[in-house]
Every structure is written in C-alpha cells, then in structure tokens.
C-alpha cells in the first residue's frame, strides 16, 4: 500500500505511516471548520446548482514517490473535505426548514455512507487482486454517487413537498407568518424572530439558544474522533503472531473497526427516528454526552500495536474491542443526532438555516480538535 510510507526507515518520533490515519483525519477537519465558517458568513447568498463540478481522475504511478504521494494525498484530502462541508454545511442548513424527521434522514444518510463504503472495503479486500485498480474502482463508484446527488440536489427545487417549506422559509424572512414547525417536547417550534434578512446571520441569539447543544455536538464527535480510527485500527487480535488465518491478518481490522463501527453508528441514528429522549433543554443529555469519555481509556488499554510506551494491556481478548467499538458507534449515531436535529428547531424561524449550518461547525470543530489529540494519543500509546 502506497500510505505505507519509508517502513525500512527509521524515523525519529516514529514513522507516518504509523499516524497515518491521524493525519489525515487532521488534514480532513482542519480545512473543514475554515469552510464552514465561510459558509456561515454566505448563508443568506443564492449560488445556483450548476455550481457543483464534477472531479476528474488520472491514474498514475507513484511508488517511485511515496513521500510525495503522501503530501499530496493530504493536500488532496484537505481540499474535498472542504469542499464536501461547505456543501453539507449548507444542506444542513436548508434542512433546517424542514420538519424534524428529515433532518434526521440527512444525518442516517451520512451514516449509510459510511456503512457502504467499509462494506467495499471488505469485498475489496476479497476480490481484489490489484492496489491500481482498487483505487479506480473506488474512484469511479464515489463519481457516480456524485453524480446521483447532483440529479436529487437539482430535483429537489421541483418537488411540491419541498417547495412548500422552502418558500415558507422566504415568507417568514420577508415577514409573513409560516405555518406551525413540527414540535420539540410538547411545545411548537420557537416564534418567528423580529430579525430581518440580512447578508451575515446574527450569531448572539443563536449561540444562547444552543450552545449547550451545541456542546454536545462538538464533545461527542471529538471523543469519537479522538479513537476512531487512529486507535481502533490498530487494536490487533490477540493471537496475530500465532496464527496465519486471512481472519487474523486481513479482515479483522476492517471488520471490527471500520465495519462495525459505521453499522452501529447508522443503528444509532436510525434510533432517532422513533425515540427522541432525552429532550433539547434535558440535563441528562449532556450528561450521557460526557460520560462517554470513559470509552477512550478503555480503548487506549486494549491490544493496541505497536505499544512504545504504555505497555499495560488490559482486555487482550478479541471481544472487547469489538463492544467497545459497537458501543462508541451506537451512542455516536444516537447522541450525536438529536442536538443536531434538535438545534434548527429552539431557535427563531428565520434563523433555522443559518443554525444547521452553526451546528454543523460544532460538529466539524469536534472532529478538528479530536483529530489532533489522536496523534498525542497514539504517540503516549
């Protein structure tokens, strides 16, 4: 693999490769908080759908340049994830307008993908016979996902459902009365906001309506960044060295953590759709929020490879990851959705959109800060 860069060599603090997922979740979040700040600032503008351009790929041969490859693959990452969350930024925010459920399709949505693509890992992983043209493949099936939600982003102004909320969205801007928003807790949707249309969103009143969720938001995506993948990735089986089975050498990594992982994760999200419990100004949430902090020692303790400085193992056996992994994904999906679905719907009518999208820098600012301190983990590890 061309991310397994200078093995042979020798490097002080360790080699990229080792820190390779940490980079490159740093690389993939840092840019993306930077793109969604703008994002916020252009909420109010109109950008038309023909905006969205579809990428191009060349296939070359970089083993002769591995550290180059490496670079530019950072380079690379940070520029699509920015781009990608200065479009889901603003998709969150539209789906601000929308009753509760959708957005709680949008976030699911987000989880499916996930699911889909450790599922081609897998398949890969058995039918592959070529790295080259793996990645190809990859990269066409991604193009032609690509090309799906450009047909539906264009659809969507069509449709009457749509439409509906949409234009209420304008009239309320313009200072009509929209229709009752779906309820959160017994009560209806927060009255419309005495504050007009104006180019940059007032921020105050949004961040006194949901800070704390907001909070929440960032701490529970930054614990699970924090662990997934840098550490779980490389919890091995506990009997690697005395076994040579494709379970043990190629599909345990893929399987417990990335596949498991991003199932759980999409059960948890799915959750949301029948049980929204605790409620948006509930105490417990938080709290639940918080607690999941214990789940980082617990990883940090099971069999992580290589270990250069806590040599301490304390679940060796092959079942711990795989809870601890089902359980971080579980309350990721379901304790990460409902402060996102929750936060459009507490605030003013007119300040849903611009809300989803402050939401969304909660939950990129997570996974920025998390990012970061996987690499301090990994190293103390």
Known sequence: DKVQICRSAPEQGGKPSEYFESYLAIASTVPSVLCLVLNYLLVNRQFSPQDIKVDTAVQVDSSGCREQFFFGTLASVAMVSGASNLFSGSVFGI????????????????????????????????????????????????????????????????????????????????????????????????????????????LKPILQKTWLLGFCVFYVFFISITVFPAVSSGIQVEELLKSGSPWTTTYFTPITSFFLYNVADFCGRQATAWLQVPGPTSRVLPALVLSRTVLVPLLMFCNYQPRDHLHTVLFSHDLFPVFFICLLGITNGYLGTLPMIYGPKVVPRDLAEPTGVVMSFFLTLGLAVGSALSVLIVHFI
Do not use: W
């Not at 890969?124 to 539906?152: E, G, H, N």
């Not at 229709?179 to 007032?202: C, K, L, Y």
């Open 95 to 202: 789906s601000g307008h929308f009753p509760m459920r959708i957005s709680q399709a949008l976030i699911s949505g987000q989880a499916m993908g996930g699911t889909i693509s450790a599922i081609a890992s897998i398949v890969d992983l058995a039918a592959a016979k070529d790295v080259t043209d793996s990645a190809l493949a990859y990269f066409l099936t991604a193009d032609v996902f690509i090309l799906l939600c450009i047909i539906m982003y264009l659809l969507l102004p069509k449709l009457a459902y749509s439409r509906h909320y949409m234009l209420a969205a304008e009239y309320n801007s313009a200072g009509s009365q929209p229709e009752p928003r779906d309820e959160v807790d017994g009560q209806e949707g927060a009255p419309t906001s005495t504050v007009s249309s104006v180019s940059i969103p007032p």
